[in-house]
Antibody, heavy 121, light 108 residues
Framework: EVQLVESGGGLVQPGRSLRLSCAASGFTFDDYAMHWVRQAPGKGLEWVSHITWNSGSLAYADSVKGRFTISRDNAKNSLYLQMNSLRPEDTALYYC??????????????WGQGTTVTVSS | SSELTQDPAVSVALGQTVRITCQGDSLRSYYASWYQQKPRQAPVLVVSGKNNRPSGIPDRFSGSSSGNTASLTITGAQADDEADYYCNSRDSSGDHVVFGGGTKLTVL
């Protein structure tokens, strides 16, 4: 079964850091690009970041650029999101999603169930 | 980055056909993909590319595009289709991804 399982969310104070993880199974992880997508409570989907199959190209939404870092470990079938200098507006459910392609972003055909990040003092 | 615009809400009578649209400059260069999200569930891809449905998605879902507008058509809407629908695509730079604001579909 193709599956993505996120972890690492929690309650954190503004300005602090958090690292999200996404464990992939049921497919050849290093054949596909990956994304992080978030959804604030009661709001729509917001793309956060994208990484190609070999980590050769990374991209970030303007809202997180310079604060968040996406990475992957193909040997561990895992995707990560290092989130620094967190702000209250980063509060959201964070989804890990698999792309249909290896490189340029195309479409997200597999999604995890998400991990919740709450930034509050 | 460019934006994708969707109508916030659309309704359709049971068994009728409904079209959900997504507008944006980047759609002149890139295909849109469409996602269905039901309450408290993760999004599900329903259409990608020119008009490709993942395995398990009913053929009543179809996609099309013209100019700066992409459309998701549900032919013979079912009660189970009631959900939020989001489009996405690359933005004009080609390196970033953008989502539309979502359309809440009500099946009457």
């Amino acid at each position: 079964e193709v599956q993505l399982v996120e972890s690492g969310g929690g309650l954190v104070q503004p300005g602090r850091s958090l690292r999200l993880s996404c464990a992939a199974s049921g497919f050849t992880f290093d054949d596909y690009a990956m994304h992080w997508v978030r959804q604030a409570p009661g709001k729509g989907l917001e793309w956060v970041s994208h990484i190609t199959w070999n980590s050769g190209s990374l991209a970030y939404a303007d809202s997180v650029k310079g604060r968040f870092t996406i990475s992957r470990d193909n040997a561990k079938n895992s995707l990560y999101l290092q989130m620094n200098s967190l702000r209250p507006e980063d509060t959201a459910l964070y989804y890990c999603a698999k792309d249909l392609r290896r490189s340029s972003p195309y479409a997200m055909d597999v999604w995890g169930q998400g991990t919740t990040v709450t930034v509050s003092s | 980055s460019s934006e994708l615009t969707q109508d916030p809400a659309v309704s359709v009578a049971l068994g009728q056909t409904v079209r959900i649209t997504c507008q944006g400059d980047s759609l002149r260069s890139y295909y849109a993909s469409w996602y269905q999200q039901k309450p408290r569930q993760a999004p599900v891809l329903v259409v990608s590319g020119k008009n490709n449905r993942p395995s398990g998605i009913p053929d009543r879902f179809s996609g099309s595009s013209s100019g700066n507008t992409a459309s998701l058509t549900i032919t013979g809407a079912q009660a189970d289709d009631e959900a939020d629908y989001y489009c996405n695509s690359r933005d004009s730079s080609g390196d970033h991804v953008v989502f539309g604001g979502g359309t809440k579909l009500t099946v009457l």
